[in-house]
């Protein structure tokens, strides 16, 4: 499904003198999705490191955290030359290694050719103690889940988001029952992706449900990672 927000990716890349980007936002609204897309689309090659599976990686930023360094040892983790210029680094679930977030900082200062993106939970970003957030060397970019005009596109019904997209306001007492009833079934599906790509698929109401539901719990869980137990009990 397309997201809007790949627009934004776009012209962060074309900049001339860009900073690492930080994609953020809520767990399961596609932010590792969208930059994947985006690396496959728009560049040579992708080196991809997730910090939450490969725990491993969080060594590389341990000791001398020299962007010059990280490169190479980002290149021999991937098995492959980076090209500063044609290739895009993404450092993906950061919260986890804070190291790596404050090691942004570097490569905006030192090493700015490098097209890198970072994304994390706005929960796990926020909430780290003694962590050093990367202040004015990074761009920052918030995903959110589907809203109405993505969702439509989405289901097929590119006639309506088409409409609302060019404001044609005359065509809107023809399609208004329509529209109503496709924002009703938004109001119902919401914009988490894999809630609207269950309802593609399936058109299974019940299904959309258990995973809307599956994600509330989850939430809960991961709360649990980032705060004391009072405040766990409060956010419960």
Known sequence: MKRHTMTKLVSWKNKVNKMPLIVEGARQVGKTWLIQEFGKTQYDNTVYINFDINIKSREIFQKDIDPHTIINKLELLSASKIDPHNNLIIFDEIQECTRALGCLKYFCEQAPEYNIIAAGSILGVATHANSSFPVGKVETLSLYPLNFSEFLEAIGETRYQQALTNKD?????????????KLKLYYFI??????????????NMQEVRSIQENIIANYEKDFSKHINRLLFQKLQ
């Open 190 to 203: 919401g914009g988490m992706p894999k809630a609207v790509l269950s309802y593609i698929q399936q058109r």
């Open 169 to 181: 306001y005359n065509i809107f007492t023809v399609i208004e029952d329509d529209l109503i009833s």
